[in-house]
């Protein structure tokens, strides 16, 4: 039987988590606003109910479950998802990219308190997640390790080379999921080069596809991240979302891909979201 959620909660705190990347990317003058919007969602629904045995007051817990934010750039919805969860003073999200902050421009385990590992390489964060699933199969631990990448991150070979690993390693407690937001730096997916159909691949490569209609719907992403654990192997949740998700004139736009608002911008956004500037 599935677990009772209190979803306006979980939706109010995704509104909660976009409105501190508005802020953040804004006051550094650069940042990554896009593609931290549209995986709002699944960063709640992973922190504020599915990742176990996390501890802000113990975050190097050996039994705990870890995620992996292949796609580092999009470190603002991270960062402001462990901020809510108690990891380090929300004060600390109005110094993103300062010099000696803890809240750098790619997320850095070293620096920021719950950051599991290192990343922003793309196409190496599910190699380190199949590491680290591996790793709780060597140790005797009983953990589930959620690796998140970007739509265009398909384009890096070295995805399908952990691809390939996890499903000959027949590893059961690795999850990935796919923002597929359908644009990158240089604009769409199709046009930089398609990786369609990205579902028959994975499932070429051994895994357990869970395909999510709506990636920006939290009861959707609830529902695929509880489908995907039931799974006997690795598996992946390819997630349709919208770039720039909650505000109006980012959504689906490229440019938003790494830019940061003007105070106007932010002005509209924050209104848009229901926040005080």
Same mark, same amino acid.
């Given at each position: 039987m599935s677990k009772t959620r209190d979803i306006p909660a979980l939706e109010a705190m995704a509104n909660q988590l976009r409105q501190d990347v508005i802020r953040m990317v804004h006051t550094a003058g650069s940042g990554h606003p896009g593609g931290s919007l549209s995986a709002a969602e699944f960063v709640t629904a992973l922190y504020f109910d599915t990742l176990e045995n996390i501890d802000p007051q113990s975050p190097r817990k050996a039994d705990r479950d870890r995620f992996v934010l292949s796609k580092g750039h999009c470190c603002p919805i991270l960062y402001s998802a462990l901020a809510r969860r108690g990891y380090f003073d929300p004060s600390n999200l109005t110094k993103l990219r300062e010099y000696g902050s803890i809240?750098?421009?790619?997320?850095?385990?070293?620096?920021?308190?719950?950051?599991?590992?290192?990343?922003?390489?793309?196409?190496?964060?599910?190699?380190?997640?199949?590491?680290?699933?591996l790793s709780a199969r060597l140790k005797g631990l009983d953990y589930t390790v959620y690796?998140?990448?970007?739509?265009?991150?398909?384009?890096?070979g070295m995805v399908w080379e952990a691809a390939m690993c996890a499903a000959h390693h027949k590893v059961k407690n690795l999850i990935a999921i796919v923002d597929c937001n359908h644009l990158q730096i240089k604009g769409t997916i199709d046009d930089v080069m398609s990786i369609e159909p990205l579902d028959k691949k994975w499932e070429a490569f051994g895994w357990h596809v869970i395909k999510v209609a709506d990636g920006n719907d939290m009861a959707q992403a609830l529902a695929g991240l509880?489908? /995907?654990? *039931?799974?006997? %192997?690795?598996? +992946?949740?390819? /997630?349709? *979302?919208?770039? %720039?998700?909650? +505000?109006?004139?980012?959504e689906d736009v490229a440019d938003w891909h790494g830019t940061a608002p003007s105070a106007e911008q932010t002005a509209q956004a924050m209104t848009e979201l229901g926040g005080i500037q």
């Open positions: 809240l750098q421009g790619h997320p850095d385990m070293n620096k920021t308190p719950g950051i599991d590992i290192s990343s922003g390489s793309l196409g190496n964060g599910l190699s380190v997640g199949v590491g680290m699933a690796v998140m990448m970007g739509d265009g991150e398909q384009q890096e509880d489908k /995907a654990k *039931t799974m006997d %192997g690795p598996a +992946v949740i390819l /997630a349709q *979302t919208v770039k %720039g998700k909650g +505000v109006s004139f980012m």
